[in-house]
């Protein structure tokens, strides 16, 4: 096979979880297979703390704004996210003797319909091209996760000597990672830690989550601070480098995560988690929410099964979030060890449909 070049295109919304995606495929196709990969975002910023070794990857990355100059499109062009291409770009496309394999790279979802819509072709209406949407999943016929070759939860810590078990222990102090949208539920699940029995240390991410803390505590609470409320110590944390966030949720006893990036690192991260599906006006997203629920509990005993569903739905705003949250915690907080004991089987079950760089990979060798 010949040296693949590859363009992939971003239009940056969350601030996050858009760059977080494109950096991480860009970075596994150049390193993994070889690929020669421009990334194409308009706004970069994201990546400079994301990413701050990006410099040593092979990826050129290159701001994008309206039209693009002049340029030769590259072998493969991965639309991430249905962000629309330059109009000039397009054009440049159906101009060569032998198109591009154009993907749509969808967002991820566990929903049934997602393996039948997996590599569906999408005739452009005006130019000889067709487009394919790639759907990330969970199951076998779609893309997969992505997922590094090297990556391996014993090898999450910068220091050998600080090695994460197989497996988290759950002694007095429960240890938690928050990284969240804006959310209802948060205050009266900050509160049932304060008051309750068990002492609760929770790690809160730079930005929006720290800022919520910061609204119920009353008073300030930046990076590098701790408060301690009754059973409850709230720890500021810095902005994490992807690798750097990784290796905290591996050293988490309970992960919580938001949209798409962070949710498959906390699977990979072989850790009990709660997630938070990105909000959306039409309440779409708990389809997205009960579909993923429905796969990640199918091999629990009934009683974690339904703990883990009432909890999330809760946090999630499904029903009164505020006053479930606090009414569901309990028994959520019980099921986390047998939650602990299911991770590694969940991440085996998922992993085992390849990842999805290498998916990705294969599937544009039999277009080209």
């Not at 969350?14 to 977080?20: C, I, K, S, V």
Request: charged share 20%.
């Amino acid at each position: 096979m010949k040296d693949i070049s590859c363009d992939i295109f971003c239009a940056v919304i969350d601030n996050l979880g858009d760059a977080g995606v494109c950096w991480r495929l860009a970075r596994q196709l150049a390193r993994e297979h070889g690929w020669r990969v421009r990334l194409w975002i308009d706004d970069p910023s994201p990546l400079e703390k994301l990413a701050p070794d990006r410099q040593a990857i092979p990826v050129e990355v290159q701001r994008w704004q309206g039209d693009l100059p002049e340029i030769q499109p590259a072998d493969v062009v991965i639309e991430a996210f249905a962000c629309e291409l330059p109009a000039t770009y397009i054009a440049a496309m159906a101009a060569l003797p032998r198109p591009p394999v154009w993907l749509n790279l969808e967002y991820l979802s566990a929903e049934d319909w997602v393996a039948g819509c997996h590599a569906l072709p999408s005739p452009h209406p005006r130019w000889a091209l067709t487009k394919y949407f790639f759907f990330p999943g969970f199951v076998a016929g779609t893309g997969g996760l992505l997922r590094e070759r090297d990556h391996a939860v014993p090898l999450l810590a910068a220091d050998p000597a600080d090695a994460v078990p197989p497996a988290p222990t759950f002694g007095e102090t429960l240890d938690v990672s928050l990284f969240c949208y804006d959310n209802p539920a948060l205050p009266a699940l900050l509160k049932a830690w304060r008051d309750g029995d068990a002492p609760v240390r929770c790690r809160v991410a730079d930005g929006l989550p720290r800022q919520q803390v910061e609204y119920w505590l009353g008073e300030p609470f930046p990076t590098g601070c701790r408060h301690a409320r009754g059973a409850l110590e709230l720890h500021a944390q810095p902005f994490f480098s992807q690798d750097g966030y990784d290796r905290l949720l591996a050293v988490c006893q309970l992960n919580f995560v938001r949209g798409e990036d962070s949710l498959v690192r906390a699977q990979w991260a072989e850790r009990p988690f709660v997630w938070q599906a990105y909000p959306q006006a039409n309440g779409a997203q708990h389809a997205k929410l009960d579909a993923l629920l429905e796969r990640y509990c199918a091999a629990l005993d009934t009683p974690t099964a339904a703990a883990t569903r009432a909890f999330w739905q809760a946090w999630n705003g499904q029903g009164d979030s505020a006053a479930r949250i606090t009414v569901h915690w309990p028994a959520f907080r019980a099921a986390l060890p047998a939650l602990a004991a299911q991770a590694p089987r969940w991440a085996r079950q998922i992993a085992a449909h390849g990842d999805l760089a290498a998916n990705l990979v294969k599937f544009c060798q039999s277009k080209l």
